[in-house]
Each structure stands twice: as structure tokens, then as C-alpha cells.
């Protein structure tokens, strides 16, 4: 089993431009999130997703949009790329009711110039 | 709101030192709390949670409601150790409220 996987791991942007990440899983898990991970700032979740079709804001949701149209995906989506949503972006799943055992993706890392 | 809450953004101690990394929490309702560890080029993992008291890698945590505290500690850190730590709430919200994170070096 691959686990959490995302693609891409390393995406160079210019402010304005827009891209989505993609955050996928093979383990039935019904919950998935998207976090980013600042200097300083550690974990702070962006969107969330308790089952397919349903996604729900976190801490940060501003500038970023995400769709689960299948249980197995989750996509973050930035519409304008601006400088301040250079990071690196986690995703994790996990089973409903154990929200603390989450599965975690290697990461991306988003530049945006 | 809840708040978590880690003092320390870098921690060095050297191999065979005990080591205690803070947390500190502020939540209304019965807080869950939990140790999540990244080592090098390692994807984010749960280490261990309060409620099971169980010790993992030589490491535990103790949940103390009148400080509302959640330190880690390990009596004699060994090198392997070291690896940014994240402390994180549970508030029953359908997700998790991680803190800032702390780099322990352990140094040989």
C-alpha cells in the first residue's frame, strides 16, 4: 500500500498563477485535510473533508478551494497564487472516529515568486 | 479557543541526557492530547496519546489538568531522537490543533 501520497512534491509558482495539488489514498480512509507548514507557525489546517462530497474550512482556508468528488481524493486548489502561500503543503487521512491517527503525505513544496 | 502551545522552537541536548519537551494547552472541554514526530526526511507520525499511557520509544507524556500541561520526556535521549516534535488537541471538531513544533538535536 502507498498510503497518502501527493502530487506534486515541488512546484514553483508566479504570483497570480493557479495550480492544484493533489492528495490521494488507499486505505478507505473517510476523513482527509490539508495543512500547510510555516517556519515557526507549525501545522495549521486549511480545509478538511469528513467523506466524499463534503469539505469543510480549517484555521487558514483563505486563498485555497478544495473538491472531494471521490473518497480515495482530495485536491487544494489556489485559484491566484500570491507569495504568502509559499510553504509546504501536508496531507493526511485518517478513519472517522479516530481523528487522531492521521496518516500523513510526504509533502509539497510551493514557491510562489 | 483552544491553543496549543510550544515554548521551545529548538532543543539540544546531549546523547544520554534526560529531555522534556513542553506543552502546554488551553481547551474548555476534556482535552485529547497527542505527540506527533517528523524525523529526517520522514513523513509526519503519531508517536503517542494521552489516553493510552503507553510508552513509545522510551518516550511519554504525562497529561496534567491543573497546569494544562502535556510535556514529553525520555530519561537518556539517544542520537536517533532527534526530530521536530508537534504536540496537538483533539476537541472533538473532526480534526486536530497542532502547536508550533519543536526541533530537538540530540548531540553524540
Known amino acids: 500500500n502507498a498510503g497518502v501520497t501527493q502530487t506534486p512534491k515541488f512546484r514553483v509558482l508566479k504570483t497570480g498563477q493557479s495550480m492544484t495539488l493533489l492528495c490521494a489514498q488507499d486505505?478507505?480512509?473517510?476523513?482527509m485535510y490539508w495543512y500547510r507548514q510555516d517556519p515557526g507557525m507549525g501545522l495549521r489546517l486549511i480545509h478538511y473533508?469528513?467523506?466524499?462530497?463534503?469539505?469543510a474550512k480549517g484555521e487558514v482556508p483563505d486563498g485555497y478551494n478544495v473538491s472531494r468528488l471521490k473518497k480515495q481524493n482530495f485536491l487544494l486548489g489556489l485559484e491566484s497564487a500570491a507569495p504568502s502561500q509559499t510553504s509546504v503543503y501536508f496531507c493526511?487521512?485518517?478513519?472517522?472516529?479516530?481523528?487522531?491517527?492521521?496518516?500523513f503525505g510526504p509533502g509539497t513544496r510551493l514557491t510562489v515568486l | 479557543a483552544q491553543r496549543v502551545t510550544q515554548p521551545e522552537k529548538l532543543l539540544s541536548v546531549f546523547k544520554g541526557a534526560p529531555v522534556e519537551l513542553k506543552c502546554n494547552y488551553s481547551?474548555?472541554?476534556?482535552?485529547?492530547l497527542f505527540w506527533y514526530v517528523q524525523y529526517s526526511r520522514q513523513r509526519l507520525q503519531l508517536l503517542l496519546r494521552?489516553?493510552s499511557r503507553e510508552s513509545i520509544k522510551g518516550f511519554t507524556a504525562d497529561l496534567n489538568k491543573g497546569e494544562t500541561s502535556f510535556h514529553l520526556k525520555k530519561p537518556f535521549a539517544q542520537e536517533e531522537d532527534s526530530a521536530m516534535y508537534y504536540c496537538?488537541?483533539?476537541?472533538?471538531?473532526?480534526?486536530?490543533?497542532f502547536g508550533t513544533g519543536t526541533r530537538l538535536t540530540v548531540i553524540p
Open positions: 493526511a487521512s485518517s478513519s472517522a472516529g479516530k481523528v487522531a491517527e492521521q496518516f
Open positions: 496537538a488537541l483533539e476537541t472533538g471538531a473532526n480534526n486536530l490543533f
Open positions: 473533508s469528513v467523506g466524499e462530497g463534503t469539505t
Open positions: 494521552h489516553i
Open positions: 486505505m478507505n480512509h473517510e476523513y
Open positions: 481547551y474548555s472541554g476534556s482535552p485529547e
